[in-house]
């Protein structure tokens, strides 16, 4: 949830910004259940190479 305020910051300084996030879990306020953390680390090992392979993309059209 910092990526908002990285970028904030970033644009302050006058960088240009490509922000990518992955959810690793999900929270309805009206019904909260503690997301397990095998559950969050399970979410953030399946995104790693989606994400690795969207940063190859961008960067080999650069």
Do not use: W
């Not at 490509?18 to 503690?34: H, R």
């Not at 397990?36 to 680390?41: A, D, H, K, Q």
């Not at 090992?45 to 392979?53: D, L, N, R």
Request: proline share 6%; with cysteine; hydrophobic share 50%.
């Amino acid at each position: 949830m910092s990526t908002v305020m990285e970028v904030i910051q970033a644009v302050h300084c006058g960088m240009e910004v490509l922000a990518v996030s992955a959810i690793t879990n999900n929270n309805d306020p009206d019904n909260y259940v503690p997301a397990p953390i095998e559950s969050v680390i399970a979410s953030a090992e399946k995104a790693g190479p989606v994400i690795a392979e969207l940063f190859r993309g961008v960067l080999e059209s650069i």
